[in-house]
């Protein structure tokens, strides 16, 4: 009777061995996944360039109200 207790601990015992094993290499896949996806996105965000625009204007009149509407702010 013992023998048998035996064997089935041993297969028990052998069975969360290689459940443990293919966890372990779930989580590295998973966590590579991530640190891959995170590097693409970066570079990805990296890839455009900051713009800058200045505009300049000259005007013959001393009197006018210039109104600006860039789509953003409006003054009048």
Known sequence: MENNETFFTEIALAMAERTIKRLWILCLTIFLALVISN???IVYENSFEDMTTTVSQESTSDTGNAT???G???NE
Do not use: E, S, T
């Open 39 to 41: 590097i693409c996105w």
């Open 72 to 74: 953003v702010h409006i």
């Open 68 to 70: 600006i509407n860039d």
